[in-house]
């Protein structure tokens, strides 16, 4: 179940960047033009780390398709399968025009919708994504990730949890998305 909940935060993240500053609030935002390079059908491959990064982990592999949903949003569902049980994310994300930054919402089996905000660093090309949501237990859950844009057809994600130390995260995920032809 632990798989299943990590799985459905990271959805929303393999999409796009977050906010830069803008120096004239009118022009279009850089997250836009990444927003509308992510359209289309993505292979994932998943590595899991359960019981922490320094475990055995777990591989399995899944397909990301992504819409546009107007001009500032993205639709996405992630689909995996995991020992025959197929998980199913969908999330939407985009540029908020009040915010000046993306926001997102995660939604997938469980009874939790999760939101997100991020930065975008332009120069390493690597977003930093804030997720807050619920456990299965409905406690607060924090996640962090980066996803770094490796190229126009390939992005790596690598999602953290808390760890047992005060703003200690350690990783957990690590998806490869590579972009079909």
Excluded: C
């Amino acid at each position: 179940m632990l798989i299943r909940s990590m799985i459905a935060t990271v959805a929303v993240f393999v999409v796009v960047p977050s906010s830069i500053a803008q120096e004239n609030p009118m022009s279009q935002p850089i997250e836009l033009e990444v927003l509308k390079a992510s359209v289309g059908v993505w292979d994932a491959e998943f590595e899991v780390w359960p019981r922490g990064p320094d475990s055995p982990s777990i591989k399995f592999k899944g397909v990301e398709t992504n819409r546009p949903f107007g001009e500032y949003w993205i639709a996405s569902d992630l689909v995996s399968e995991y020992e025959g049980q197929t998980t199913k994310v969908h999330s939407i994300i985009g540029y908020d025009l009040d915010q000046g930054e993306l926001v997102g919402k995660i939604i997938d089996h469980g009874p939790y919708a999760a939101k997100l905000t991020g930065d975008y660093d332009q120069k390493s090309k690597t977003v930093q994504w804030t997720t807050e949501g619920k456990g299965l237990d409905g406690k607060p859950l924090l996640q962090r990730t980066s996803v770094t844009h490796k190229n126009a057809d390939e992005r790596v994600l690598v999602l953290t949890v808390p760890g047992r130390k005060k703003d200690e995260f350690i990783k957990f995920m690590q998806i490869r998305f590579v972009k079909r032809k």
